[in-house]
């Protein structure tokens, strides 16, 4: 997908990027996408061409592009990952699709489908005649063959995802539905021959893909769960599985300790490790342009752009638009299928099909409150005019088998839909986090919509009223502020509570800030809810797990949750050591300068140098040094370094706003991404 070492012209220079050589401007080299278009916001169209000056034939035939040499499929190991040219994508036209998705109540068709019972008519089905089976073009076909044979070496996709659902929980994608995916990808790449008869079946097999991606995936409410997974493997394999498997296998990677030994097998040193990363973006990337030329959208595309999204604010960090980018296509992709509606979910399929794409719109429901708070932007996808339906607090075993057994496992779930028994941990802890997304929604029109500030009392009082009867009615073996540890609990167990309830608490943070700012008042409970915060992030940076790494989540809880009740706490002690008092308010001063010395000493370390979340991290070491400083050695007062007045307290550190920052954020890319 790169190649370790970039590709040298006849004149001895290193070949330049098609952008920056038909502009005529210097190229840096970088791969897979250099860093001027990297900077003007151009990746998709950042490729280097195998032969740029090559000009088409004139009669009007397009000459057969020479396929770039790669390590044939005889020469490395199944598992050995080597770097091959990766021609730009050139896809060609295509008529849009004719399937419109979901049709609501104001669209052009709404009349006629109210009315289907008073007059008789027969609907018509969409078809396909506007896609074309098979690529429409060489590049596009290349791009295909390559992404397989990626697969073909790299079982270690298959060992990684494994690894990475067996040690978490708030994973999207069904194991059911992921390994039958694994599967079936892994032995249509294994019945391939070798010699020259691989290209030939490699071929037919990217046609057989392309054909069975332009057909929309249905579903009926008798099919079992083998039927399902039938429909989009095996003979029937989609781009959208494909993708799963490529995205999912990124972050797994990610996530994975450097000394991993399967690692370690394939990508023995740090160089190598990069380019194996590098390779699994760009595969899903690739994969990604197949499914938008795709007929139809549906919960696979949905959990497939998910897990990319994902996936990219780990590599490029979450204030990169390209992960932004991603998610707004995921959101046209929820809205296009009708997962954010009750009726079209539950529509003609089986109970387990409904439960998992209640499971997709969740996922892509919290991701966008995620990024949201962080980047300080208005949500893509607005709880007003969604069905609020969470999961069902259900194993897949007990769904898929669907009859008695599912009857049985709801009637045990409680008046508020748990499952007290606490087997379905896995989807309790998506559940909860549903619910809770939903509050944030509500506390971000407080921290970012426009409305009258006498109003603001009445919505923070609904709002912590709700998010507290919401936490008080979760069971106990999900609460990280009630349970009582074990022995068995694992460290992934122990953080994805601790994170739910860090975002129960920064949903209080949040609209408690916003009324201190507002109308000067409320400041205990917000001092409050910071040291609590605070606390917990201090436990959270002292864990270690071998064989698990998250050092890549930890600079992103440090700066989402940490920062702000870390600045709160700092600045109200300035405050209170320059102005005499006595203050209404007095935090234990002590607690907080040991705390926010520690929390200063974890910014030192938590990013490494070349992360995406490096130099925020630096920054804010050096801003935060400077405040404790000033604590614990008074000097005469500055009221420039405050801001000239108390508002200034709380605008010095305003992390949103790029006016405050000496560097760019989006300079560097990330390794960081938060958690799933």
């Known amino acids: 997908m790169t190649e370790s070492i970039p590709a040298v012209r006849r004149n001895g220079l290193l070949q330049s990027c098609e952008p920056c050589r038909k502009s005529k401007l210097k190229c840096d080299h970088g791969r897979p996408v250099c860093g001027r278009c990297i900077a003007k916001n151009r990746t998709q169209g950042c490729f280097y061409h195998p032969a740029p000056m090559t000009k088409q034939a004139s009669s009007g035939q397009a000459r057969p592009v020479k396929r770039p040499r790669t390590e044939s499929s005889n020469s490395s190991s199944p598992s050995t990952v080597s770097a091959v040219e990766y021609p730009g994508l050139r896809i060609a036209a295509q008529p849009p699709s004719v399937t419109p998705g979901y049709l609501g109540s104001t669209s052009f068709s709404a009349v006629f489908s109210e009315h289907r019972t008073d007059i008789s008519f027969e609907e018509e089905t969409a078809s396909n005649g506007g896609v074309l089976p098979k690529p429409s073009d060489s590049f596009r076909l290349l791009s295909a063959l390559e992404v397989l044979k990626f697969l073909h070496r790299s079982t270690i996709c298959d060992t990684l995802i494994r690894k990475f659902y067996a040690g978490h929980l708030t994973v999207a994608v069904s194991h059911i539905v992921m390994e039958a995916i694994l599967q079936s990808v892994r032995q249509v790449l294994d019945t391939l021959g070798s010699g020259q008869n691989f290209e030939s079946q490699l071929q037919d097999l990217a046609h057989q893909i392309f054909r069975s991606s332009a057909h929309p995936l249905t579903a009926h409410s008798s099919m079992t769960v083998e039927d399902y997974c039938a429909s989009f493997t095996g003979e029937n394999l ?224 609904k709002v912590v009223e709700t998010a507290r009867e919401t936490w008080n009615a979760c069971p106990t073996h999900l609460r990280y502020d009630k349970y009582i540890k074990t022995d068995d609990d694992s460290m992934s167990i122990n953080f994805a509570r601790r994170h739910i309830y860090l975002d129960y608490l920064y949903t209080l943070f949040l609209v408690q800030r916003m009324v201190v700012k507002r109308i000067n008042t409320g400041h205990e409970a917000l001092f409050s809810t910071s040291r609590e915060v605070l606390s917990i992030i201090l436990e959270t940076t002292n864990e270690r797990e071998p064989g698990v790494d998250i050092s890549v989540h930890q600079s992103w809880v440090v700066l989402y949750y940490g920062l702000p009740s870390a600045s709160i706490l700092a600045f109200e002690l300035l405050r209170q050591t320059r102005e005499p008092g006595p203050h209404p308010v007095m935090p234990p001063r002590a607690e907080i300068i040991r705390n926010l010395s520690i929390f200063v000493s974890c910014l030192s370390w938590v990013a490494r140098p070349g992360d995406g979340n490096y130099r925020t991290c630096k920054a804010v070491e050096k801003k935060l040094s400077d405040i404790l400083d000033q604590i614990l050695d008074p000097q005469p007062a500055q009221r420039d370094f405050l801001g000239g007045d108390n508002n200034g307290l709380y605008s010095l550190l305003n992390w949103y706003s790029p006016d405050n920052w000496e560097f760019d954020p989006f300079e560097f890319p990330s390794n960081d991404g938060f958690p799933y």
Request: hydrophobic residues 40%; aromatic residues 10%; glycine residues 6%.
């Open 238 to 461: 989609r781009w959208e599985a494909v993708g799963i498997l490529l995205a999912t296998s990124g972050i797994a990677l990610m996530s994975s300790a450097d000394s991993d030994p399967d690692i370690v097998l394939v990508a023995p040193d740090g160089q190598a490790r990069d380019m194996l990363r590098a390779q699994v973006i760009e595969a899903s990337n690739t994969c990604l342009g197949f499914c938008d030329t795709s007929a139809s959208v549906n919960e696979l595309l949905g959990f497939y752009q998910y897990n990319d999204m994902l996936l990219r604010t780990q590599y490029y960090g979450d204030t990169s638009y390209l992960a932004w980018r991603r998610l707004g296509n995921l959101t046209a992709t929820i809205y296009a299928a009708g997962l954010h509606q009750e009726s079209t979910r539950a529509q003609d399929c089986p109970a387990f099909l409904h439960q998992w794409r209640r499971n997709c719109f969740a996922a892509a429901f919290y991701a966008d409150k995620c990024l949201s708070t962080f980047v300080g932007r208005p949500p893509f996808i607005t709880y007003r005019y969604c069905s609020l339906s969470p999961p069902l607090d259900l194993s897949d075993e007990d769904l898929i088998a669907g009859g008695e057994r599912l009857n049985q496992a709801i009637s045990k779930l409680d008046a508020a839909g748990w499952n007290p028994e606490g087997n379905s941990l896995r989807v309790s802890m998506k559940r909860l986090r549903f619910l809770l997304a939903v509050l944030r929604e509500q506390a971000l029109e407080i921290a970012l919509g426009t409305f009258d500030d006498t109003d603001i009392l009445q919505k923070y009082n």
